[in-house]
T-cell receptor, first 109, second 115 residues
């Protein structure tokens, strides 16, 4: 089955700095890569996704890149704000969703 | 207008009891899931149903039994609860299962505590 690794597990940045979270996957048949943000006491919510026929996607301060050859994908958050503090999950989907182990992001005001 | 709703939000029960968690989605999705999130925040798939039929059953003890009366509902029944069952359980749904590349929508979670 699929194996998704996510790094780092914790990340602290100063407000206004950038944050980068990286994931790798193992199953070359995976074709959809969503990123979820989970705030305390809530369920994960999609923030951005990328499909296997695209290398990069941007939505305001959030961008995702995908390297299918290397089986890497990354989340980039620019100009971080305190409300970006949360746990972020990457996922790879072939037949089902496989989630990374999560990154706890803290943005220090 | 909650898209994926699950009840209850909190559940505290004693070892050995039987309990159920209900989930409903009003998105018209074909596929529903149950995930278990442990204290380290790992999200692990338990079950996946497509149009009321079980398509994925990961290595879950048979004390856990999902039931899907229709494609908008996927309930989780747990028999003989154990301490290790304490976790947050998330229901989710997506438009298509299989290799369909559509997002999953999650419920707010049910925090189960077994004492």
């Amino acid at each position: 089955g699929e194996n998704v690794e996510q790094h780092p597990s914790t990340l602290s940045v100063q407000e206004g700095d950038s944050a980068v979270i990286k994931c790798t996957y193992s199953d070359s048949a995976s074709n959809y890569f969503p990123w979820y943000k989970q705030e305390l006491g809530k369920g994960p919510q999609l923030i951005i996704d990328i499909r296997s026929n695209v290398g990069e996607k941007k939505d305001q301060r959030i961008a995702v890149t995908l390297n299918k050859t290397a089986k890497h994908f990354s989340l980039h958050i620019t100009e971080t704000q305190p409300e970006d503090s949360a746990v972020y999950f990457c996922a790879a989907k072939g037949v089902q969703f496989y989630f990374g182990t999560g990154t706890s992001l803290t943005v220090i005001p | 207008d909650t898209a994926v709703s699950q009840t209850p939000k909190y559940l505290v029960t004693q070892m050995g009891n039987d309990k159920s968690i209900k989930c409903e989605q009003n998105l018209g999705h074909d596929t529903m899931y149950w995930y278990k999130q442990d204290s380290k925040k790992f999200l692990k798939i338990m079950f996946s149903y497509n149009n009321k039929e079980l398509i994925i059953n990961e290595t879950v003890p048979n004390r856990f039994s999902p039931k899907s009366p229709d494609k908008a509902h996927l309930n989780l029944h747990i028999n003989s609860l154990e301490l290790g069952d304490s976790a947050v359980y998330f229901c989710a749904s997506s438009l298509r299962g299989g290799r369909g590349n559509t997002e999953a929508f999650f419920g707010q979670g049910t925090r189960l505590t077994v004492v």
